[in-house]
């Protein structure tokens, strides 16, 4: 007897076969998925579109080039052929996007500032690159005794990038971004409380957004609560931007 196969919508096809149906089903899941990874088109034919690597968004390269007026400079697109970049869209990409749409075509401001989305991207880099690097031998004492594991200055970029990472993390601080008050266990529900070093690694690292975290903790994902989530993600973020940037000032300070 032949089976009837379904739509993805749950809607029945006359005719179809169970087997029909499940490879048809298939067919359309990769398909979405070589969707959600197709490369913008201005970023230009040579960049191949990867489903593991996830949606990908332009970015404009821009630089300063000599121009001769009195400024002497001019701000132009640099990319090869007016081409942009192209990178991995995050959870502050998926954010922004959503937010752009809630409001259906109406002006609304960014949720972060750039200073707050470099400074969680450069974070973000630094957590994956430092763990990363950290395989190629057992600890920090096994590199540099061995002179397998890179040169001097491999060693000396790992520890000033793991002291980045220490001084961002000390930023963040144990604050608590979203509190459960002291009600009984019944009245609270499921609701746990949310650190803001917990906030940060949720979105920065593990590419959740606020509503995202709110709801594995508990939270109802409403106004209210995203508006007060996000204000403390903001303030940690404002916080490893400052880290950073002293990190760097003092640096340059030794190395002077």
Known sequence: MTQMGMTAQGYPVVGESADAARLRAERERLAELKA???????????????????PMVAQAPMGL???GSESGWKREHLGYRGRDHARQ???FDLMELQARRAAKGGEVAPLFTAAQVGAARRYAMLVERHDAAGMRCSSVEAQRSSGGCGGGSFMDTILYEGDVIRVMRRAIGDGV???VRRVRPSARGARVGIRDRVLVDSVCLQGQTVSQVLEAHGWADKGENRAVCRKALCAALDRMALARVLV?????????
């Open 177 to 179: 971004a979203m509190a």
């Open 36 to 54: 959600r990874a197709s490369v913008p088109d201005r970023c230009g034919p040579e960049i191949i579109a990867q489903p593991a690597r996830g």
């Open 248 to 256: 760097d000032e003092v640096k340059l300070g030794l190395d002077g």
């Open 89 to 91: 869209a995050d959870a």
């Open 65 to 67: 080039i000599p121009d």
